[in-house]
């Protein structure tokens, strides 16, 4: 016997006229106050059930402020450079203590000159172009649908990295440290070197990353961040740059690498992230909406 078709009390509360009269189950047919089979989860760029919870932040807007921060900053930087005043005579006190202490320590000269060279471009993208290969060949190998994202973006970002610092020397024109004449054939801000190596090892570090155990991973994001500082260090140790030469490096480093950190966050660019379909969402009954 079908039960629905019993008389119960559910029938006490149809009236005459009204939609789905007579039926037990009044819902049936009735429209959705919210549409469920219009809502799911996971929708690219806006975690979580729909409607959003208000002020809940996509995934890539962090990445987006860094880097807008870090090219503001830049900007100002460089700004300051190229007006002169107060800035720079700083700058120049912070050289010359750098320049005592090499004096002070000489045995420091050798190892000082060996970072310097790791700014080469000879040596950064040698070891950049081993870690894009590196990361195609895992990617594919595991089979991830966009694999070519973050090598690409890599690849751009260091594209783009000799063009925005020849353009920025050629438009600031500062002299090289210790002096007050500007070098015709060159500037010294941004620091080139400072910038392929903290550029080139990072972006390195950052196709790799996901393909590495969380020990590795930690020791490798640490040593980079290590030698990109030292590195920096080392130039204004030997006299090759002014600090802020290698402070506004350093800022054009991170807005360059936050993006590529962004690419990784796109569904199948990296292991962990496979491309997500929406998910069944279920009414409060249980049942699929």
């Not at 119960?8 to 006229?17: P, R």
């Not at 760029?45 to 890539?60: E, M, N, Y």
């Not at 569904?267 to 998910?279: F, S």
Request: charged content about 15%; proline content about 10%.
């Amino acid at each position: 016997m079908n039960p629905h078709h019993r008389r119960s009390s559910a029938l006490a509360h149809a009236t005459a006229g009204s939609f789905g009269s007579g039926n037990p189950r009044r819902s049936v047919g009735r429209s959705s106050q919210t549409p469920r089979d219009g809502r799911y989860g996971d929708r690219p760029g806006r975690p979580g059930t729909l409607p959003p919870v208000p002020g809940r932040l996509t995934p890539f807007l962090p990445h987006a402020l860094l880097t807008a921060a870090a090219l503001a900053a830049f900007a100002l930087l460089t700004w300051r450079v190229a007006a002169g005043g107060r800035l720079i005579r700083d700058d120049g006190r912070v050289l010359r203590a750098f320049r005592d202490a090499d004096r002070a320590h000489p045995a420091l000269s050798t190892p000082a000159h060996v970072l310097c060279d790791l700014g080469d471009i000879e040596v950064a993208v040698p070891v950049l172009l081993a870690a894009l290969a590196a990361s195609v060949v895992l990617g594919r190998r595991a089979g991830l649908p966009r694999w070519w994202a973050v090598p690409a973006a890599a690849t751009l970002a260091m594209c783009v990295l000799p063009v925005v610092v020849s353009l920025v020397k050629s438009g600031v024109d500062r002299p090289a440290p210790g002096r007050v004449v500007p070098d015709p054939s060159y500037g010294y801000f941004p620091s080139g070197h400072t910038a392929t190596s903290s550029v080139g090892f990072g972006l390195a570090a950052l196709v790799l990353l996901p393909f590495l155990r969380a020990a590795a991973r930690a020791a490798l994001a640490a040593g980079t961040a290590v030698l990109a500082l030292a590195v920096g260090a080392a130039l204004v140790w030997c006299g090759y740059h002014w600090p802020l030469d290698v402070v506004g490096s350093w800022l054009l480093a991170v807005a360059l690498l936050s993006p590529v950190a962004a690419a990784r966050l796109l569904p199948g660019a990296v292991p962990g992230r496979p491309g997500k379909q929406p998910r069944e969402v279920r009414s409060s009954s249980g049942s699929p909406g």
